[in-house]
């Protein structure tokens, strides 16, 4: 049984950090590229960063480009996201997912997702 489990969400204020966690466990971690994805209230899920199953390769959306990072330890089955100067317009919850086939932008493309952790970020 497949499963990713997120940690590391919280509140922070505007300009703070945090970093998220991802556990995977039941799957062979490193045939699969891993992604962060975030939901916002009353917005669609929308992709944030991912990187490759080597961690080779990695990929941001713009508007995250430059403050968060994305990165892997294959050793420990977890992907990590460092989230630096954080805006309220963060705020989310965020997911992590599995993709066994290629490294997507597209949540449907995404084979295993994790329970998502809530970030708060006040003004």
């Known amino acids: 049984q497949v499963q990713l489990v997120e940690s590391g969400g919280g509140l922070v204020q505007t300009g703070g950090s945090l970093r998220l966690s991802c556990a995977a466990s039941?799957?062979?971690?490193?045939?699969?590229?891993m992604g962060w994805f975030r939901q916002a209230p009353g917005k669609e899920r929308e992709f944030v960063a991912v990187?490759?199953?080597?961690?080779?390769?990695?990929y941001y959306a713009d508007s995250v480009k430059g403050r968060f990072t994305i990165s892997r330890d294959n050793a420990k089955n977890t992907v990590y996201l460092q989230m630096n100067s954080l805006k309220p317009e963060d705020t989310a919850v965020y997911y992590c997912?599995?993709?066994?086939?290629?490294?997507?932008?597209?949540?449907?493309?995404?084979?295993?997702w994790g329970q998502g952790t809530r970030v708060t970020v006040s003004s």
């Open positions: 997912a599995a993709n066994r086939a290629v490294v997507s932008l597209a949540p449907d493309d995404y084979d295993y």
């Open positions: 039941g799957l062979r971690f490193t045939y699969y590229a």
């Open positions: 990187i490759a199953a080597s961690g080779g390769s990695t």
